[in-house]
């Protein structure tokens, strides 16, 4: 696995992106479990997380693809656009697509309806693969949304005891047990209608 | 509208929780019915949803949001729900659980979080429709967004009490948060190297391309169990459990405590199964030799954990955390009995923790304290209360004809056939320790004795307790009805048991399943 | 816990990187998740589907606009229970306010305010082309909404909150979040009761004068709408009272 | 097994099994207000539930078993109640002896004003109906169903004091039944479970015995055990512990426990695991299988040597039941005919004699307040048909004609014999001479020593409450009935 054309020189060189992002979840989990700073510890959960945020986009990753948003010679409007408002650019577009070696045919056949088309595979693998990005949007969502209430617990953390570090929370904590007398139902009855006949008698 | 009604079990909820949102801060006493109606809404919706597997031919119903079926897109375009009936069942369980606490949570919502009843319920629900759709997804990664849903609404629902709950909760969140990002880690790469996110799809392209072996995917997979592990308090991970739930507010504890970590036992039932195969999750030794002992730890020390604690809800979240060990260990031993065992001990120890903390709350409410001093003499004061609470316990002893003894009976099968005499040895142990547990409590609340054993009252003549606690003092109705409710659903599984496994084996029958021993 | 954590970290390291000697190469076309049919599906197709140029924005709010959903209602989620947790009842509402040290009770900086009058217009138009330019370009719902509440919260920032709150009070943003989810949620349940499933945007076409794939288009809009109105208002919830402990008064 | 019995369905078995739970809502409706009502429903459901047992007789006796079929629990494993020979016959004797003990219990519980008495006569009708349920079962699972049932059902009677030495007694109790039916018991039963799929049917005690073809001989023996051991009620050395630290229980209590109710559950299911489960047969071909005789015999020498010691009468007793429970479990691992004819019988034998002695220590402490052997001096002449019946009781558990407990030895010997276990009927003969050596004398010193010291009170010493010494008069009359009426039980016995 450590051979000399092995695991080092493919992972630095060749999968930089996965070390990067190894070494930032590292980071984010050591700080989330040892951190005795409560806001420290969403820190790292934020590394943690902006981590799998990175490794999830790197997947997406095509060589020489494009963002997930057709050109406009994809596009379902584009054409209708073009032939609508400006005829000589959408005739522009059209001349380059015929050079264009892709799929002319087909390509032609999708024109005399004016209407969206499949693209073939090769136009497919000219963009990013938009899924990874639709599931991080979503991650980001979630995370901006467990930092907010994190935020939220610790200020009412430091409400109630006065700090954020956690020691010193576990301190109070403890303290407030020891200082707690569990109060016994039964034992209390007793002494009040003790009480009330001690009042009787005075009476 | 049936042909939805997979739909329903999560649209009643959710409209639900909205307009909670809408009217709680104007008319708090609106959230209330609310919440039972709309959980009532999503209980028919998930009966109508069993019905319907039940009717179908091959036992599972998909449901294609956005109308993305797989007959006319690529499978995993769209997200899918499938019902089958592992997912009903527990959906349906989840569902009613929910119910029953949202009739019970009227007053101790009002009094323990006042004038929060409109945040209160709006997560309430909303933690349901992210536990009811965790049961159903089809799809792994909207599988992490509900498990995040559920946390999320988990959080705000312990936080809402103390600000001790709120110092447990950041525990919690600290742990949920690693493990929902481990088992999203774990998505990302089983995504990476199959390209679906759908767990049929998953499973199809494992076996089509042979990557049973791939470092990758094994990783994957223990980075999914890692995760899943921490979301369901497996004992070196538990940590965050026993505090969240001390603490929690009643009714957010007798709702989060029954169904939470079931839930995520299920989540593991489905990657093992549907997800990445029973080639895939049982053949490996890297795992498969390690888990077991672990269950075996696990159980071992959350049982004697649960034995130092002197409170009642203390002791019952340790419990949870030992019954944990129990199921994990059913899907460990590897073995269809097991499987049964484990499958069915989630709907058991759903409805008997249920039943147990709505006792336990109604015991706070009554002694405001659940320390085991307070309890004394409880059962002639609430002799119905206790009567269910009793039941409560001794379906989680094990003792028939309650629902604990079926689950305990096919976990022991199971690990009997697998001849794992380690796992046996454990489940009695923490049997035997529950069984200390319980008749300690039940001691106190029926003998009336005090912590250094003198007796109130005298064995002769009328027991001597003060006047005032002789009378009868019921919870209540809003509260006792769903505790009775409870127990009554703990004794009904169990007696009908059979057709409920009956299902569960339709279940487990197509995954070929090691059904003896080598023996 | 020092050394526990390092464990753990140690551990998972190497696991991550057992892991990525079986990872695909950099960008290869050939990668599962590059090849695998639902992703050529997407590219392939969007425009087929729902005639929408971006992919993300129509995988994000029509493929996969479960997810969509219950990411909105998380960010609603995060708003209730930081509400939940931070409002003051009882008898911890009455108790006094803490002095900060180093209070300044001083008036907001000309300069400030007035650039934030001329910027906040600006801002909230920016926030609107976002959201509405999110079928062709990079933008949508969340993008849009994230603008329009940084544009409250400046307005928090540069006077103090009960200004801010003139304009957006957090009972209205819980309402408006709400009202959020209820278009989300309202237009998946409307074409499930046209006849589809719920989020069949495609059945809208019944009540529309559009085509289904257009139907799709325009739903779609309405959806990132819903989730603008969630999120704007759940950040702008969640400053409110992130800033002042859940007090809802004073400046930051 | 013979010939395949004529199975006849009737709701009978059902009744019988119900008839305590019914009365068990009539005695909590009726209160602690209303103590008239309350008994009488007592007495009226031992009455119904007698009369329903009895009347099954003529059916079994034919050669027929009722069966009724309750629910279906798991695949191939019903709740099934069916009642045949030895089954009626348990529940024949728990059933007559509860209406004693139901009239006896009004006058001790009146006589000593105790506590709770609704909440008393509650859980001793659910554990009539739990010991009714193990006489009927049909198979491993209603059995053990019924067993912890009547487990949790005891454990408010044994506490019923509520003070601290009750919670000790009541901790034991629970926690050795529990820890044996639920650590050796259920993963049994589990094991015994697994041929199911061979569809054998194998907990059911009618299906042909399958035991030796589906395991080896060291399993056998190692279920043998956790079989005999996971019934705890039957007392077996070193689980008896719980049987003496019981005994905090009021009177009524002991004498339903050690001599009907749940000692004789414990016994019976071993009867039936070894005569129906393993088969008579099946036991006699297993190596190793003698281990089960010297347990038994070890527990029934050790068991007398101890009540020797004792000088409180409850415990003596107690220490008494144990030694006479082995007998039966010995019957029972003899592994003949005659030697499970034995045991089966002695389970009525004993019931009758030692509910007389517990009758007669309970009105005892009603009259006089004493619990110890040493104190009795003199009370025979005080007490003439207590201590009567109490002698009637002793002969009949020492075995001598013409009492009960004759027969059930005399068939014990007979089957030690026919397995050659000469040394066995040493054991029976020893032990029947230490059960003279700690009997007899409470009966001599209340007869024929005269009371040395003239305490306060004492003058006025009476017999008990009528309630009191009717039951025992009755039971002890019922000491020699059953001598002179064996040949029935013997034919219900199969033989």
């Given at each position: 696995?450590?051979?000399?054309?092995?695991?080092?020189?493919?992972?630095?060189?060749?999968?930089?992106?996965?070390?990067?992002?190894?070494?930032?979840?590292?980071?984010?989990?050591?700080?989330?479990?040892?951190?005795?700073?409560?806001?420290?510890?969403?820190?790292?959960?934020?590394?943690?997380?902006?981590?799998?945020?990175?490794?999830?986009?790197?997947?997406?990753?095509?060589?020489?693809?494009?963002?997930?948003?057709?050109?406009?010679?994809?596009?379902?409007?584009?054409?209708?656009?073009?032939?609508?408002?400006?005829?000589?650019?959408?005739?522009?577009?059209?001349?380059?697509?015929?050079?264009?070696?892709?799929?002319?045919?087909?390509?032609?056949?999708?024109?005399?309806?004016?209407?969206?088309?499949?693209?073939?595979?090769?136009?497919?693998?000219?963009?990013?693969?938009?899924?990874?990005?639709?599931?991080?949007?979503?991650?980001?969502?979630?995370?901006?949304?467990?930092?907010?209430?994190?935020?939220?617990?610790?200020?009412?953390?430091?409400?109630?005891?006065?700090?954020?570090?956690?020691?010193?929370?576990?301190?109070?904590?403890?303290?407030?047990?020891?200082?707690?007398?569990?109060?016994?139902?039964?034992?209390?009855?007793?002494?009040?209608?003790?009480?009330?006949?001690?009042?009787?008698?005075?009476? | 509208?049936?042909?939805?009604?997979?739909?329903?079990?999560?649209?009643?909820?959710?409209?639900?929780?909205?307009?909670?949102?809408?009217?709680?801060?104007?008319?708090?006493?609106?959230?209330?019915?609310?919440?039972?109606?709309?959980?009532?809404?999503?209980?028919?919706?998930?009966?109508?949803?069993?019905?319907?597997?039940?009717?179908?031919?091959?036992?599972?119903?998909?449901?294609?949001?956005?109308?993305?079926?797989?007959?006319?897109?690529?499978?995993?375009?769209?997200?899918?729900?499938?019902?089958?009936?592992?997912?009903?069942?527990?959906?349906?369980?989840?569902?009613?659980?929910?119910?029953?606490?949202?009739?019970?949570?009227?007053?101790?919502?009002?009094?323990?979080?006042?004038?929060?009843?409109?945040?209160?319920?709006?997560?309430?629900?909303?933690?349901?429709?992210?536990?009811?759709?965790?049961?159903?997804?089809?799809?792994?990664?909207?599988?992490?967004?509900?498990?995040?849903?559920?946390?999320?609404?988990?959080?705000?629902?312990?936080?809402?009490?103390?600000?001790?709950?709120?110092?447990?909760?950041?525990?919690?969140?600290?742990?949920?948060?690693?493990?929902?990002?481990?088992?999203?880690?774990?998505?990302?790469?089983?995504?990476?190297?199959?390209?679906?996110?759908?767990?049929?799809?998953?499973?199809?392209?494992?076996?089509?391309?042979?990557?049973?072996?791939?470092?990758?995917?094994?990783?994957?997979?223990?980075?999914?169990?890692?995760?899943?592990?921490?979301?369901?308090?497996?004992?070196?991970?538990?940590?965050?459990?026993?505090?969240?739930?001390?603490?929690?507010?009643?009714?957010?504890?007798?709702?989060?405590?029954?169904?939470?970590?079931?839930?995520?036992?299920?989540?593991?039932?489905?990657?093992?199964?549907?997800?990445?195969?029973?080639?895939?999750?049982?053949?490996?030794?890297?795992?498969?030799?390690?888990?077991?002992?672990?269950?075996?730890?696990?159980?071992?020390?959350?049982?004697?954990?649960?034995?130092?604690?002197?409170?009642?809800?203390?002791?019952?979240?340790?419990?949870?955390?030992?019954?944990?060990?129990?199921?994990?260990?059913?899907?460990?031993?590897?073995?269809?009995?097991?499987?049964?065992?484990?499958?069915?001990?989630?709907?058991?120890?759903?409805?008997?923790?249920?039943?147990?903390?709505?006792?336990?709350?109604?015991?706070?409410?009554?002694?405001?304290?659940?320390?085991?001093?307070?309890?004394?003499?409880?059962?002639?004061?609430?002799?119905?209360?206790?009567?269910?609470?009793?039941?409560?316990?001794?379906?989680?002893?094990?003792?028939?004809?309650?629902?604990?003894?079926?689950?305990?009976?096919?976990?022991?099968?199971?690990?009997?056939?697998?001849?794992?005499?380690?796992?046996?040895?454990?489940?009695?142990?923490?049997?035997?320790?529950?069984?200390?547990?319980?008749?300690?409590?039940?001691?106190?609340?029926?003998?009336?004795?005090?912590?250094?054993?003198?007796?109130?009252?005298?064995?002769?003549?009328?027991?001597?307790?003060?006047?005032?606690?002789?009378?009868?003092?019921?919870?209540?109705?809003?509260?006792?009805?769903?505790?009775?409710?409870?127990?009554?659903?703990?004794?009904?599984?169990?007696?009908?048991?059979?057709?409920?496994?009956?299902?569960?084996?339709?279940?487990?029958?197509?995954?070929?399943?090691?059904?003896?021993?080598?023996? | 816990?020092?050394?526990?954590?390092?464990?753990?970290?140690?551990?998972?390291?190497?696991?991550?990187?057992?892991?990525?000697?079986?990872?695909?190469?950099?960008?290869?076309?050939?990668?599962?998740?590059?090849?695998?049919?639902?992703?050529?599906?997407?590219?392939?197709?969007?425009?087929?589907?729902?005639?929408?140029?971006?992919?993300?924005?129509?995988?994000?709010?029509?493929?996969?606009?479960?997810?969509?959903?219950?990411?909105?209602?998380?960010?609603?989620?995060?708003?209730?229970?930081?509400?939940?947790?931070?409002?003051?009842?009882?008898?911890?509402?009455?108790?006094?306010?803490?002095?900060?040290?180093?209070?300044?009770?001083?008036?907001?900086?000309?300069?400030?305010?007035?650039?934030?009058?001329?910027?906040?217009?600006?801002?909230?138009?920016?926030?609107?082309?976002?959201?509405?330019?999110?079928?062709?370009?990079?933008?949508?719902?969340?993008?849009?909404?994230?603008?329009?509440?940084?544009?409250?919260?400046?307005?928090?920032?540069?006077?103090?909150?009960?200004?801010?709150?003139?304009?957006?009070?957090?009972?209205?943003?819980?309402?408006?979040?709400?009202?959020?989810?209820?278009?989300?949620?309202?237009?998946?349940?409307?074409?499930?009761?046209?006849?589809?499933?719920?989020?069949?945007?495609?059945?809208?076409?019944?009540?529309?004068?559009?085509?289904?794939?257009?139907?799709?288009?325009?739903?779609?809009?309405?959806?990132?709408?819903?989730?603008?109105?969630?999120?704007?208002?759940?950040?702008?919830?969640?400053?409110?009272?992130?800033?002042?402990?859940?007090?809802?008064?004073?400046?930051? | 097994?013979?010939?395949?019995?004529?199975?006849?369905?009737?709701?009978?078995?059902?009744?019988?099994?119900?008839?305590?739970?019914?009365?068990?809502?009539?005695?909590?409706?009726?209160?602690?207000?209303?103590?008239?009502?309350?008994?009488?429903?007592?007495?009226?459901?031992?009455?119904?539930?007698?009369?329903?047992?009895?009347?099954?007789?003529?059916?079994?006796?034919?050669?027929?078993?009722?069966?009724?079929?309750?629910?279906?629990?798991?695949?191939?494993?019903?709740?099934?109640?069916?009642?045949d020979g030895f089954g009626l016959i348990f529940a024949a004797v728990a059933s007559v002896l509860w209406i004693a003990t139901s009239l006896y219990a009004i006058g001790y519980m009146r006589g000593l004003h105790e506590h709770a008495q609704t909440r008393f006569y509650s859980f001793f009708g659910v554990s009539l109906c739990a010991t009714m349920g193990v006489a009927f079962s049909a198979n491993l699972l209603t059995i053990y169903f019924f067993y912890e049932m009547l487990s949790v059902s005891t454990y408010p009677l044994v506490t019923h004091m509520q003070d601290k030495e009750a919670r000790k007694g009541g901790r034991t109790y629970l926690s050795y039944l529990l820890f044996t039916s639920l650590c050796l018991l259920l993963p049994a039963l589990s094991w015994c479970y697994v041929w199911l799929d061979n569809g054998q049917g194998a907990m059911d005690f009618l299906a042909g015995n399958s035991m030796s073809e589906q395991f080896s001989d060291t399993t056998q023996i190692v279920l043998l055990l956790l079989f005999t051991f996971g019934f705890a009620k039957a007392g077996l050395m070193p689980f008896h512990s719980w049987l003496p630290n019981a005994m905090v229980a009021p009177t009524p209590v002991s004498a339903l426990l050690h001599a009907v109710a749940v000692v004789k559950v414990g016994v019976f299911c071993v009867i039936r695991v070894y005569s129906d489960i393993f088969g008579i047969e099946v036991l006699q071909a297993l190596d190793g299988e003698q281990i089960m005789v010297w347990i038994a015999c070890a527990t029934i020498i050790i068991s007398s040597l101890i009540a020797l010691s004792q000088d409180n009468l409850k415990r003596r007793l107690a220490f008494s039941t144990i030694g006479q429970l082995g007998y039966v479990v010995l019957g029972a691992t003899l592994a003949t005919k005659q030697g499970t004819a034995g045991a089966v019988v002695h389970i009525a034998m004993h019931a009758c004699g030692k509910i007389t002695l517990f009758f007669c220590a309970g009105a005892i402490l009603v009259a006089s307040g004493k619990k110890y052997v040493s104190e009795l001096r003199g009370l025979g002449r005080k007490m003439p048909f207590t201590m009567g019946a109490f002698l009637i009781g002793s002969l009949s558990v020492i075995g001598l004609p013409p009492l009960g407990g004759f027969v059930s030895k005399w068939y014990l010997v007979l089957g030690a014999l026919e397995r050659d276990y000469v040394w066995v009927v040493v054991v029976l003969l020893?032990?029947?001479?230490?059960?003279?050596?700690?009997?007899?004398?409470?009966?001599?010193?209340?007869?024929?020593?005269?009371?040395?010291?003239?305490?306060?009170?004492?003058?006025?010493?009476?017999?008990?409450?009528?309630?009191?010494?009717?039951?025992?008069?009755?039971?002890?009359?019922?000491?020699?009935?059953?001598?002179?009426?064996?040949?029935?039980?013997?034919?219900?016995?199969?033989?």
């Open positions: 696995m450590f051979g000399e054309d092995g695991l080092l020189n493919e992972l630095l060189v060749e999968r930089f992106n996965y070390c990067v992002y190894v070494v930032l979840l590292l980071i984010g989990l050591y700080a989330m479990i040892a951190k005795n700073n409560l806001i420290k510890k969403l820190i790292g959960m934020s590394i943690f997380q902006t981590a799998i945020i990175l490794f999830y986009v790197s997947i997406g990753v095509k060589e020489g693809g494009t963002i997930p948003i057709y050109v406009a010679e994809h596009d379902p409007h584009g054409h209708h656009a073009e032939h609508q408002a400006h005829p000589e650019e959408a005739n522009a577009t059209e001349e380059t697509e015929e050079n264009a070696t892709t799929a002319t045919t087909l390509h032609e056949e999708d024109h005399g309806h004016h209407g969206p088309r499949s693209l073939t595979d090769e136009e497919t693998s000219d963009y990013a693969n938009p899924l990874p990005h639709v599931l991080m949007l979503t991650a980001i969502v979630v995370g901006v949304a467990t930092l907010g209430v994190a935020l939220a617990l610790t200020q009412r953390i430091y409400r109630a005891y006065g700090t954020i570090e956690e020691d010193a929370v576990l301190a109070a904590i403890l303290a407030e047990d020891a200082s707690t007398v569990i109060p016994d139902v039964l034992a209390t009855k007793p002494k009040r209608t003790s009480s009330k006949s001690r009042k009787a008698k005075k009476a | 509208m049936s042909e939805n009604s997979i739909a329903l079990i999560f649209v009643f909820p959710l409209f639900g929780a909205v307009l909670c949102a809408l009217v709680g801060r104007k008319s708090r006493n609106l959230c209330h019915p609310i919440a039972v109606a709309s959980l009532a809404g999503a209980l028919w919706g998930g009966i109508e949803t069993l019905r319907r597997v039940i009717a179908s031919e091959t036992n599972e119903v998909s449901y294609y949001f956005g109308g993305w079926n797989a007959d006319a897109y690529p499978r995993g375009v769209g997200i899918e729900f499938r019902a089958d009936y592992l997912g009903a069942l527990i959906m349906l369980v989840v569902v009613g659980v929910a119910f029953l606490v949202a009739i019970y949570s009227k007053l101790p919502v009002a009094e323990e979080t006042p004038e929060k009843e409109g945040p209160f319920y709006t997560l309430f629900l909303l933690q349901v429709t992210g536990l009811a759709g965790i049961c159903l997804t089809g799809d792994a990664f909207n599988l992490y967004v509900l498990i995040e849903v559920a946390a999320l609404t988990g959080y705000g629902l312990i936080a809402m009490g103390s600000a001790r709950a709120a110092a447990a909760t950041f525990n919690y969140v600290i742990l949920g948060t690693i493990g929902a990002s481990f088992y999203l880690l774990g998505v990302g790469y089983v995504y990476m190297k199959t390209g679906t996110l759908n767990m049929v799809g998953i499973q199809e392209v494992i076996t089509a391309n042979g990557l049973a072996d791939s470092a990758a995917m094994q990783v994957a997979f223990v980075f999914i169990c890692l995760g899943v592990l921490i979301k369901m308090a497996f004992f070196p991970f538990h940590a965050w459990l026993p505090n969240a739930y001390f603490h929690a507010p009643t009714a957010t504890s007798s709702l989060l405590a029954p169904l939470v970590t079931k839930v995520m036992i299920y989540v593991m039932i489905r990657m093992t199964l549907t997800v990445f195969g029973v080639d895939f999750s049982f053949e490996n030794t890297l795992w498969t030799e390690v888990i077991p002992w672990l269950v075996v730890i696990a159980i071992v020390c959350a049982a004697t954990m649960a034995l130092a604690q002197r409170d009642v809800k203390k002791m019952l979240t340790y419990l949870i955390v030992a019954e944990v060990g129990y199921m994990v260990g059913g899907i460990w031993v590897y073995n269809y009995y097991g499987f049964i065992g484990s499958i069915f001990h989630i709907i058991s120890d759903a409805c008997m923790t249920l039943c147990l903390f709505l006792g336990v709350g109604i015991i706070l409410r009554k002694r405001r304290t659940t320390h085991f001093d307070g309890l004394r003499g409880l059962f002639r004061k609430m002799p119905f209360t206790m009567g269910g609470f009793f039941v409560g316990g001794f379906s989680i002893i094990g003792l028939p004809p309650t629902c604990g003894f079926f689950s305990k009976w096919y976990l022991i099968t199971g690990g009997m056939l697998a001849e794992r005499w380690e796992y046996m040895v454990a489940l009695m142990f923490s049997t035997m320790v529950m069984v200390v547990l319980f008749f300690r409590l039940i001691e106190r609340i029926h003998l009336a004795v005090t912590e250094s054993g003198e007796n109130i009252g005298h064995g002769h003549g009328d027991l001597a307790l003060p006047e005032s606690e002789t009378f009868f003092d019921e919870a209540h109705w809003t509260m006792l009805v769903p505790l009775l409710l409870s127990a009554s659903v703990v004794l009904v599984i169990g007696i009908f048991n059979q057709d409920i496994v009956n299902l569960i084996q339709d279940f487990l029958e197509p995954f070929d399943l090691p059904k003896g021993t080598g023996r | 816990m020092k050394k526990i954590a390092l464990a753990v970290t140690v551990l998972t390291g190497i696991l991550l990187l057992y892991a990525a000697q079986d990872f695909p190469a950099w960008g290869d076309l050939q990668s599962p998740a590059s090849a695998s049919p639902v992703s050529k599906h997407f590219i392939a197709d969007t425009g087929v589907d729902t005639e929408v140029p971006n992919m993300v924005t129509a995988v994000l709010a029509d493929y996969r606009g479960f997810d969509t959903m219950f990411e909105t209602v998380v960010i609603f989620i995060a708003g209730i229970a930081i509400i939940g947790i931070l409002r003051r009842t009882g008898a911890d509402a009455d108790a006094p306010a803490l002095k900060r040290e180093n209070e300044i009770a001083a008036e907001p900086d000309l300069i400030v305010t007035n650039t934030v009058r001329l910027l906040v217009p600006v801002i909230q138009l920016f926030a609107f082309y976002v959201l509405a330019h999110g079928h062709v370009s990079p933008g949508g719902g969340f993008q849009g909404g994230v603008i329009m509440g940084a544009s409250f919260i400046l307005v928090a920032l540069a006077w103090d909150l009960p200004k801010a709150m003139d304009r957006l009070s957090v009972d209205r943003a819980v309402m408006l979040a709400g009202v959020g989810i209820l278009i989300y949620a309202g237009i998946g349940l409307f074409s499930m009761l046209l006849g589809g499933e719920f989020l069949d945007y495609a059945e809208l076409s019944h009540v529309l004068p559009v085509s289904r794939e257009m139907a799709r288009y325009h739903a779609m809009l309405g959806v990132e709408i819903g989730v603008a109105f969630t999120v704007t208002a759940v950040m702008f919830a969640i400053y409110a009272n992130l800033s002042t402990r859940g007090r809802l008064e004073g400046g930051l | 097994m013979v010939a395949e019995p004529t199975v006849v369905n009737d709701v009978r078995p059902l009744i019988a099994v119900l008839t305590p739970m019914v009365a068990v809502v009539a005695i909590a409706w009726s209160g602690e207000k209303r103590k008239n009502l309350r008994e009488i429903f007592t007495l009226l459901a031992g009455l119904v539930q007698a009369s329903v047992v009895l009347s099954l007789t003529p059916l079994v006796l034919a050669g027929n078993v009722v069966e009724f079929h309750v629910w279906q629990i798991f695949t191939n494993v019903p709740m099934l109640l069916r009642v020893v032990s029947s001479l230490l059960n003279v050596f700690y009997l007899l004398p409470v009966a001599v010193r209340a007869f024929f020593r005269n009371e040395n010291d003239n305490e306060e009170g004492e003058g006025g010493l009476k017999e008990a409450p009528w309630q009191c010494v009717v039951p025992l008069s009755c039971t002890a009359l019922g000491c020699f009935g059953l001598f002179f009426f064996s040949d029935v039980l013997l034919s219900l016995a199969g033989l």
